[in-house]
């Protein structure tokens, strides 16, 4: 994850975007979600995507810890 502290008001705009989970040593796909729309500010769309990549993606079971 790459984070410009100087931009953190950019987290309180309304954007899309996609989380992309991936198998740290082989780069597989384990999981993407994400929203095209722009209702939710991307703070909060960082959460439910990345929950929703680990754990709702249809495509893979649920990561387990």
């Known amino acids: 994850i790459k984070i410009n502290l100087n931009n953190l008001k950019k987290f309180k705009e309304h954007n899309g975007l996609f989380i992309t989970l991936e198998y740290y040593k082989t780069n ?6 994400g ?3 722009q ?27």
């Open 35 to 37: 929203v095209i729309t």
């Open 39 to 65: 209702d939710t500010e991307v703070k909060q769309n960082i959460v439910n995507n990345a929950l929703a990549a680990a754990f709702e993606d249809p495509r893979f079971l649920s990561i387990t810890l």
């Open 28 to 33: 597989e796909l384990r999981g993407c979600v």
